[in-house]
């Protein structure tokens, strides 16, 4: 990433959290969160697993390639992430946070 001559990111990390969070919302209408992790219910090896819900926690439908796009676009965004563990982002407000402590502290 470039930087100013003060040696501050040109594209702060906020501004590319919210990017990807509007994108995201463009790309599948009426998502609210998407649980991303390593662990798809599926496969017995590591492999990245998307889950899309609404507004009311309800799990949209989304394509394959859909929900693979969205979750690599996420993990690029957040690559310090400790990825073992599911988190959710959060469209609204472009946050990331660990699952277990999103279930717990908003219900969805």
């Given at each position: 990433?470039?930087?100013?001559?003060?040696?501050?990111?040109?594209?702060?990390?906020?501004?590319?959290?919210?990017?990807?969070?509007?994108?995201?919302?463009?790309?599948?209408?009426?998502?609210?969160t998407?649980?991303?992790?390593?662990?798809?219910?599926k496969?017995?090896?590591?492999?990245l697993?998307?889950?899309?819900k609404?507004?009311?926690?309800?799990?949209?439908?989304?394509?394959?390639?859909?929900?693979?796009?969205?979750?690599?676009?996420?993990?690029?965004v957040?690559p310090?992430?400790?990825?073992?563990?599911?988190?959710?982002?959060?469209?609204?407000?472009?946050?990331?946070?660990?699952?277990?402590?999103?279930?717990?502290?908003?219900?969805?």
């Amino acid at each position: 990433m470039l930087a100013m001559p003060s040696g501050t990111p040109a594209c702060p990390d906020a501004d590319r959290q919210h990017r990807l969070a509007a994108q995201l919302a463009d790309m599948i209408p009426g998502a609210a969160t998407i649980r991303v992790s390593l662990t798809d219910p599926k496969q017995t090896w590591p492999h990245l697993h998307a889950v899309v819900k609404d507004e009311a926690g309800k799990t949209m439908e989304v394509g394959r390639t859909t929900a693979r796009v969205a979750g690599r676009w996420i993990l690029r965004v957040w690559p310090e992430v400790d990825w073992t563990r599911p988190h959710t982002f959060d469209l609204a407000d472009a946050t990331l946070t660990p699952s277990d402590l999103f279930a717990a502290g908003r219900g969805r």
